[in-house]
């Protein structure tokens, strides 16, 4: 020990000047610095990556295009067997050779609609829309797996309802619409990607899991080092910090800093968007304008009159397509027999959420939420607890009506400017320190940081969260948990690659499905975002959120509240 000291010393010395002269010379400089490390260390990364994927025989095990999805706790059997169901249901038809030209795919310029059935037509029924795919030589398609969204809509009447896509596999597609209001309503159809850009998608989902990455910076004392992170990184050549966590099983790593110990982390970053992810053929199935979120056009009449349902004949029959719900008047009604309320004045969300605590868990489209009920609600003060700007957590109180709101972001992959080490915590942990009971809410909602990852990895995260959820039910069946799922957004040839609603569609499906059965309610940001005239955006608009907030609201301030209420009162009563 002691003869090493002296070999030490000097170079610790020089470490610690260094690291100090940078700090006081200039604290941006530093930064500069760390992001050379960090641009070094992805460098390696990339070629450890290139140097396995070039010869197939040299694919070692753990490197292959589900590398990613097996690490962590190992499913049980039924597990198992639920992923491999979900991923059979979102298998996705598309052209069996991928690299047809641009001139063969499909082209929604061209593509057209047609309305089936007359133009006058009865409330309550079914509104059947075929549409016809052509290519940019104005040939039908002979195959199927276009990305499609479909809405019905009234301006006037400030209705909207999401329409359901079934794809024939010939180039055809029929489009299900639920009749639910008098009127004349639109039908507004947009292919957001054409099934060439969808087999590129996915190609970029198995191969490409850390096309967005990730960063930590270690520091102690006058010394910091950033390095490359992610849920999985090849590890043959460098060194890792396994920062898997110990309770849930989701993996973590970071390359292991030079001169610092894996315990001297301190924050978590989004590290950058990796470029050059296309060929020159690819890059023309992305196309602002020409095949990303274009409108479909009618051959003929793109409306249809809606005659008043004749008494008792409005009832939905069991064979038709049900959405969650539709709006009406710019207000949300949804279909699940929860009646909505609306909280126009705060002193009626006040009053409903009086003696509630409120959790809210996940991405920035739960945080939405929080910022609503914060800025809508006087009484509702923000405690200061220091945290980075849209980051968290945050919390709120009302002290006069106890109530308590608290958001939390959701454990790695995120995305955020800067999230420290200590307040990084996993949906499902943070369920498990919850007590629950009648008077507490719990609002979840994650998605949109999964997006660039295989589906397995998605489905691993929720299957712990709907672990603890079901634990946190088992204690407190009373405790009221809504889920939030994914919404459509705006898009680009880049922002395509990374956050594409046909990434956030397959999500959906499966989130739906691991949650049926469990008595949650779900919260379709989905048809919310789709059915709204507004155009789609990451963050919907203030007028979506306030009709999430109201529906939320509804949910914990039912308007039957006051009829059964006893009855469940008795039931805890000891
Ligand atoms: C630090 O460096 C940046 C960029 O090199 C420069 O713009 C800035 O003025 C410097 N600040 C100080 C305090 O020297
Ligand atoms: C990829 O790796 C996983 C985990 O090691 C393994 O279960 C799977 O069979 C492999 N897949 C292929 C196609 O080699
Ligand atoms: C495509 O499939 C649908 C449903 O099976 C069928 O009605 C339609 O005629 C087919 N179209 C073509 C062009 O084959
Ligand atoms: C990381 O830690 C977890 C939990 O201790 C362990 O199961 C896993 O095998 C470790 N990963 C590696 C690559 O060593
Ligand atoms: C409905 O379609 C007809 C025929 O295409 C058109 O003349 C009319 O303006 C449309 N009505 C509305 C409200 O868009
Ligand atoms: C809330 O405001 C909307 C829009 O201004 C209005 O249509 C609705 O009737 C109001 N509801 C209540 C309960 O005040
Ligand atoms: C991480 O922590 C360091 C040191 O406190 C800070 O300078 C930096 O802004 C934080 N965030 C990122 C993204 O590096």
Not at 140 to 145: Q, S
Not at 186 to 195: A, I, K
Not at 545 to 571: G, T, Y
């Amino acid at each position: 020990m002691e003869g090493r000291m002296p070999r030490f010393a000097p170079f610790l010395i020089l470490l610690a000047l260094s690291g100090f002269v940078l700090l006081i010379r200039n604290i941006t400089s530093m930064e500069k610095l760390n992001c050379q490390t960090m641009s070094a260390f992805y460098q390696i990364q990339s070629s450890i990556h290139s140097a396995f994927k070039t010869p197939e025989a040299l694919l070692s095990v753990e490197l292959n295009h589900t590398y990613c999805a097996h690490l962590g706790q190992e499913p049980t059997a039924e597990e198992a067997r639920e992923e491999s169901d979900l991923l059979n249901s979102i298998s996705w038809p598309g052209p069996l050779v991928p690299g047809l030209p641009l001139r063969l795919s499909s082209d929604p310029a061209q593509s057209y609609f047609v309305i089936r059935g007359p133009a006058e037509q009865q409330e309550g029924g079914q509104l059947l829309v075929d549409i016809y795919m052509l290519n940019f030589m104005g040939q039908p398609k002979k195959h199927g797996g276009d990305f499609l969204v479909a809405r019905l809509h009234s301006p006037d009447l400030g209705a909207g309802v999401v329409g359901q896509v079934h794809d024939h596999r010939n180039g055809s597609y029929t489009v299900l619409f639920p009749l639910l209001w008098a009127g004349v309503v639109q039908v507004d159809l947009t292919m957001v990607h054409p099934s060439e850009a969808v087999v590129v998608l996915k190609r970029l989902r198995e191969e490409q899991p850390d096309r967005v990455f990730f960063k930590s910076v270690f520091r102690s004392g006058f010394l910091s080092e950033t390095t490359v992170c992610n849920l999985c990184l090849p590890h043959k050549e460098q060194p890792l910090c396994n920062f898997t966590d110990l309770q849930t099983g989701e993996p973590w790593y970071c390359y292991k800093p030079k001169m610092l110990g894996c315990d001297t982390r301190i924050n978590h970053s989004k590290g950058g968007y990796k470029k050059n992810l296309l060929t020159k053929t690819e890059a023309q199935f992305f196309q602002s304008g020409v095949n990303i979120k274009v409108p479909i056009h009618s051959s003929g009449m793109d409306n249809v009159t809606v005659l008043p349902a004749e008494k008792g004949e409005t009832k939905m029959k069991s064979n038709k397509f049900t959405p969650a719900g539709y709006y009406y008047h710019h207000s949300w009604r949804p279909l699940s027999g929860t009646v909505m309320r609306q909280f126009n004045d705060s002193s009626a969300i006040t009053q409903c959420l009086k003696g509630k605590i409120i959790y809210m868990f996940g991405d920035s489209t739960v945080r939405q939420w929080f910022e609503y009920l914060n800025a809508f609600v006087p009484e509702l003060k923000e405690v200061n607890l220091h945290s980075p700007k849209n980051v968290g957590p945050y919390m709120a109180v009302d002290s006069g009506h106890s109530i308590l709101l608290s958001y939390r972001c959701h454990g790695p992959p995120i995305r955020f400017t800067s999230v420290s080490s200590p307040e990084m915590h996993y949906v499902a942990n943070e369920l498990d320190r919850i007590r629950g009971g009648s008077d507490t809410v719990v609002l979840v909602g994650i998605w949109s940081h999964f997006s660039t990852f295989p589906v397995e990895v998605y489905i691993r995260r929720l299957r712990h969260i709907r672990r603890a959820v079901v634990r946190l039910l088992d204690r407190e069946p009373a405790t009221l948990v809504v889920i939030r799922t994914a919404n459509l957004q705006k898009l680009d040839p880049e922002s395509s690659l990374f956050n594409s609603d046909w990434f956030s569609q397959q999500q959906d499906v499966v989130l739906r499905a691991m949650f049926r059965g469990v008595n949650v309610q779900m919260l379709d940001a989905w048809e919310m975002t789709l059915a709204h005239h507004h155009p789609h955006l990451l963050h919907p608009p203030p007028t979506i959120i306030k009709n999430m907030v109201d529906l939320i609201l509804s949910h914990i301030c039912p308007v039957r509240e006051k009829r059964e209420a006893p009855s469940k009162r008795l039931k805890h009563d000891p």
